[in-house]
């Protein structure tokens, strides 16, 4: 269903003009005439229609969808909260889930340190890139392959299942040979080769929010996955781009509440990238957990001040371990647990 | 002090320039020169240097300021936070401070009638518009000076301090007849003469942030009011304008940590304008507290649907006194509580 | 009129409510139902009605005013365009007003010979600040009527009607006895107070946009002062706030057409603002010319790097004099002229 | 090189231990201490340093780099404009070049129809989407390689090189067999597998920037391409996104001359997605002729009311022939020429 708002000055030919391209489609119409303004509501029984067109015709002011653009992903679709395991957790229950590790796999050793590290604290599933989106092409690019194969070694060292990025299509096989969750960075979050590659995939997905997007264009990239019938999808809340520069990025907090009321999909927080600097990592993440976010994802890494990538948003495994701590405490507060 | 970092391709004579200008100002200069740029360290001495005069001068690439723009607001210049009471409450300490009311004065029963509902619900400070900032001047624009009597009876039969707000600085003597606490809208936070006028009342102010203002400009606003020796500021986060239009603005979360750590005043949030939307209040509101705020401002109205102004943003006193109990078992969580 | 869209799942009481809400204001409804929404007409009759309460009501998804909130500022109350004089010159005609001069009045020499250099560069119109809204306290803040009392002085010796900043209410009487036209900057924008007692002055005003305000909300702070009667309004468009910090400012230059479009009052350009470095300054301004500007706004200071302030964004006399050939140029290319 | 901004309280043992990371890395130091703060030069011989691990050592407040992160983009590397050939046409010359067609192929007749309309009108080059990023899955994606032969005929028959869009890094061998020239589209702007294998293929490529990239980023992303040694690249302003909802995006026109000051690259500019309404595409596209564009890429359908996508911003032929002549006159009075 949309509805036309005609010109005040439209002329009866252009109100029939807008008619009869309803009427043609086999469309519905309604009209309702004011003395300031006609409006004109077509309702099109479901089939998606090509609103831009009709904006387009003359004496038109604007048209207005009524209906949202994403159907999977509502809660109008699927009322209850999506709930699936990964690993021995599970996502989306009362629960939250706690992923955390560094930004990059930088060698074996420190992505098993880390791994040992994380998993005392009570991190329950790994976070590490092995495949990194830099800004420069002369930064470290990740590992690769390699680094993949550290992240399994850390997984049976300790348990935990491991969460990496996957950035083109063509990498999604062998990414999921070793990862229990894909993870589609901001920046690829309208790459939609990808998204059909991971739809495919039928493998649990976290999806970051584009650094510019819109809530509902995130639905509509979730939307793209689910509509391959993979529905282990996580949204995740990563920080938008403003103009205060205090922080690497805005931490749009409200974005968790709206996800959650609009969607029945998991929502996870990243107060790591939201921030950017690990003094107010901790804040965040609090915040996060008393807006009702599912779970949070956060670096750590054993010596920051080392780190190839992001160390300035990292924490010590000290720091995080008492982050667990307080962020336990608020999650009871608020009726829900980190176990 | 200030750093200028002149082109790769600058000449002997460009460089001499700047160095020239400093000297002349009896700043001390130092010079790193290598094979790329050279860059030139001007020590003033805690004079307050034009950079942009350097800045245009030829063969400079950038000027870029060390010092803080900011003096008496900055934690360097008090590291201790700053407390005050307001009424029998007490800004700025362990207990956070809960201020709620409608977003106009409507009467005087719809003022009373919220306010003894508020109290019961466990707010500390009543708020309400008597002169309201409309975007449209066609809008209800408040009752004036008879809002404020209304407020005055309001807090005699209850006991609550009142916050208002005052919107142009001839009318700074009256409010303060009224008001235990201005308020300075986000519309007008960069309104100087208003500053002035505010900081020289010597009443207690909050500070709304500029719906588009980076947190150092909203810190030299303080700064203005601080000048003039009235040390009671609050400084008040309620969203920042962004591409999102999910919600009426971006709640900034990040600020309120960004703010406790740069300057020593008393951070309060306002998720009712921070979300616009009464349905995300509470996930703001629990947000705010985990992330450290000092106090709470929340629109209440008896009955939003007949509310002139913000009815949709508004929570009934139920909602309100619920939202209450949620916030006091967050405080607890992070060690503060809500008395 | 405005457009109640129903949430899909809203009852039959939720949308009796709505109807029953409409037919005791004694409103017309219409009603279209579709099986996935119910949308309900509101034809108000040209009253102004608070949407908020409708948006408020149960079973509401969210509502659509129809009417735009400005009136006397549209388009379709005069459909020609607002065309008047300021000193010889007419704004808001074929030909284009060239405005330039200092950020700053800092002395009576300095204006006096900026004056003399922009007149013969081809400017109409001589700007100067006297009172200075500054980030910073602690900074020049203007020379007050002394600053007004040259810039006189300066009109007495070129001829140049005068343009300089008010930024409060109380001293408009003041600055309406030098001034040829009032500025309001983008500070103050919103500043209401402000804006009833430029609208009451009578006197020929220039409106900037605020830095973070959309097209609409700026056209209707035009409102606010054509309310008053006073027509003599021009807007001016000087850069918003972005995430790009390359600029000062994003120079929304897509706003010129908007506003041309949606309004009769001339649009002014200010590329200085917009831009924030002279080097771009040239470019922003025949952008301006060549999109439909009406008259662009330039900063000029016969000595940039000893300028008070806005020294970096400044053209120097002999600059600015090429420019105005060249915008004379692009004028006459779009059929316009620079005299 | 780059700057390390201690703070204020910073212990001597904070600063020698930048100064021992800076030695260990065999990189020279320049130390200026002042009363109020300590700053150190690291110059590190134009190595890449890792800014991040100083900025979270102890005692750092912040680091500033001197460098440009770019280097075969930047202006410094080559001072003369990059200029070449695509068809019969020249590229970053005094001439404009003038890209035009529909968003979509949508079938054989209307790319032929659309392509000789276009050429009678004035465009050099025929732009069209055979593989569409569209916000929904369920919307049309585009005809695919069909779309791409139906171009191909369309240049045989018209003489114009063609552009068209590349959306994953596997197809680009296949659209390098029929276009001339590939667009980068500005969702996929960082998808760097996307710039790694249009930098390897060696073809012309249109680099659109994305909607919330700093210019910087756009040159980062320009650099990956060309440290494959394919330097034909055009960059691409389009619009960025902002607050104001009045047009689809934002133009920053001020990008423009930002570009051709930073970079020899050729920047070409697109008024349709910059504006996103028809209306308004004539005068954002003047302006950037004004404003120093080296070309433009307009969206051009014989039945804008048709079209599949993107109907609302094309422009009819004879509104593009016309446009054509008027950009040519703001050309000539800039210095430029379109042929």
């Not at 509805?3 to 009209?31: C, F, G, N, P, R």
């Not at 599970?90 to 880390?114: F, H, N």
Request: aromatic letters at 6%; glycine letters at 8%; proline letters at 5%.
């Amino acid at each position: 269903m949309m509805i036309v708002i005609m010109k005040a000055q439209a002329t009866m030919k252009e109100k029939s003009a807008v008619i009869a391209w309803a009427e043609d489609a086999e469309y519905k119409v309604h009209l309702s005439e004011a003395s300031d303004h006609t409006v004109i509501g077509i309702v099109t029984g479901g089939h998606p229609a090509n609103h831009e067109q009709v904006e387009r015709m003359p004496g038109v002011e604007r048209v207005v969808p009524v209906l949202k653009p994403y159907k999977i992903a509502s809660r109008e679709f699927k009322p209850g909260n999506t709930i699936f395991p990964v690993g021995n957790q599970t996502v989306g229950d009362k629960g939250l889930v706690i992923m955390a590790g560094p930004c990059s796999v930088e060698s074996r050793s420190q992505i098993i340190e880390t791994a040992h590290a994380v998993k005392e604290a009570g991190a329950h599933i790994l976070r590490g890139g092995a495949f990194k989106p830099r800004t420069s092409p002369y930064s470290f690019q990740g590992l690769g392959e390699e680094g993949l194969k550290y992240m399994a070694e850390a997984r049976e060292e300790t348990g935990l299942p491991i969460i990496t990025e996957v950035m083109e299509p063509a990498l999604v096989p062998l990414v999921c040979e070793y990862a229990d969750i894909l993870q589609i960075g901001a920046r690829n979050m309208q790459n939609y080769a990808l998204l059909h590659a991971v739809g495919k995939s039928q493998h649990p997905v976290l999806l970051k929010r584009g650094m510019s997007s819109l809530i509902e264009e995130w639905l509509m990239c979730a939307e793209y996955i689910l509509s391959h019938g993979n529905t282990r999808v996580m949204l995740c809340e990563r920080g938008i781009r403003t103009f205060e520069t205090a922080t690497r990025n805005t931490f749009d907090i409200n974005a968790i509440a709206v996800a959650k009321h609009l969607t029945h999909l998991p929502v996870i927080a990243d107060p790591s990238h939201a921030t950017g600097k690990w003094e107010y990592v901790a804040a965040a993440a609090k915040a996060s957990v008393a807006a009702g976010a599912d779970g949070l994802i956060i670096e750590v890494h054993p010596r920051p001040t080392e780190a190839m990538s992001d160390g300035i948003q990292s924490l010590k495994p000290e720091k995080f371990a008492k982050l667990v701590k307080e962020m336990r405490a608020v999650a009871q507060a608020v009726g829900r647990d980190i176990e």
